[in-house]
């Protein structure tokens, strides 16, 4: 029996493309496989606790704006990845940490201590102390950050955005039905 070792033009040009097909697919499988990687990739430093600020940095009565640093960053990311939120203090160890952004379409809401109202620049968007929805486009309050107080410190959870989907105040805390009171006002204010 007599093997012939001569390889075909044909075989050779169907082994080349096998080879570069190969090739292509290794490199759209990495970014593929990063996507769906990455919850176990950064779940370390995902779902962090951070320091905002001493207590005495923080009145009873009042909101103040506050600081803190992305904990998922890149070297060129600067100045960006101080974010800011509003912090209220409600009571001794009671807060509410406000995300800036407004419900609506995220511009960066401001809080006017004389009306008792966040205000947002770019459609008009107005909301209560608390949070809740004054009038305007937005159809809901203002995003908060889970927050715990730990030896005279606040602290605010990180890494899970706070939008629709992640769980807020429950709305038995906000809704006192025996007075009529919604958060503190008449349902009609």
């Not at 169907?14 to 769906?36: C, D, H, S, T």
């Not at 606790?49 to 070297?75: I, S, Y």
Request: glycine share 10%; charged share 15%; aromatic share 8%.
């Amino acid at each position: 029996m007599i093997v012939d070792d001569t390889l075909s033009r044909r075989s050779m040009l169907a082994k080349i493309g096998m080879l570069f097909n190969g090739a292509v697919g290794a490199i759209l499988a990495v970014p593929i496989l990063r996507y769906i990687l990455s919850p176990v990739i950064r779940s370390a430093g995902r779902e962090s606790w951070l320091h905002l600020g001493d207590l005495e940095q923080f009145p009873a009565g009042e909101t103040r704006l506050a600081k803190f640093r992305n904990p998922v960053v890149n070297a060129s990311d600067g100045e960006t990845a101080n974010i800011p939120c509003w912090v209220r203090r409600i009571a001794a160890n009671q807060f509410q940490v406000f995300a800036i952004n407004c419900a609506h379409l995220g511009c960066p809401v401001r809080w006017f201590p004389q009306s008792g109202l966040f205000m947002c620049p770019c459609h008009g968007g107005a909301y209560y102390a608390d949070g809740a929805r004054a009038s305007g486009p937005p159809e809901r309050g203002l995003f908060e950050y889970a927050y715990k107080v730990e030896d005279g410190k606040l602290m605010i959870q990180v890494g899970n955005m706070p939008t629709p989907g992640a769980p807020g105040p429950k709305k038995s805390e906000l809704i006192n039905i025996s007075s009529g009171v919604y958060n503190g006002r008449p349902p009609c204010a």
